[in-house]
Nanobody, 125 residues
Framework: QVELVEFGGGLVQAGGSLRLSCAAS????????RGWFRQAPGKEREFVAA???????YYPTSVKGRFTISRDNAQNTVYLQMNNLEPEDTATYFC???????????????????WGQGTQVTVSS
């Protein structure tokens, strides 16, 4: 059974940093694209970062330069380093994986095949 589990969420002050991890089990994800999304109460799920199976990375303008996605295929794990956090970054963060990947659809949550349960990130002002 495939499972994605996120770690590393918590409470941090504005300007601080957090590193999220997403460990996968049940299959090898080295050929899968991996992504991070977030969802705040009352809002739609929002694309945060994606990394292709060959390591190309993608970010929306809102986090570019502050967030970094990386992957360790040997550990079947993807990471999200978040620096200079802002109160607007407060949300539940979800990791995801997909077997197919196009740059045109990397930000579309519905295109991802597997999801974690989410981890809460709260940034205080």
């Amino acid at each position: 059974q495939v499972e994605l589990v996120e770690f590393g969420g918590g409470l941090v002050q504005a300007g601080g940093s957090l590193r999220l991890s997403c460990a996968a089990s049940g299959r090898t994800f080295s050929n899968y694209a991996r992504g991070w999304f977030r969802q705040a109460p009352g809002k739609e799920r929002e694309f945060v970062a994606a990394i292709s199976n060959i390591g190309h990375t993608y970010y929306p303008t809102s986090v570019k330069g502050r967030f970094t996605i990386s992957r360790d295929n040997a550990q079947n794990t993807v990471y999200l380093q978040m620096n200079n956090l802002e109160p607007e970054d407060t949300a539940t963060y979800f990791c995801a994986a997909r077997s197919t990947f196009t740059t045109a659809t990397m930000y579309m949550a519905r295109e991802y095949d597997y999801w974690g349960q989410g981890t809460q990130v709260t940034v205080s002002s």
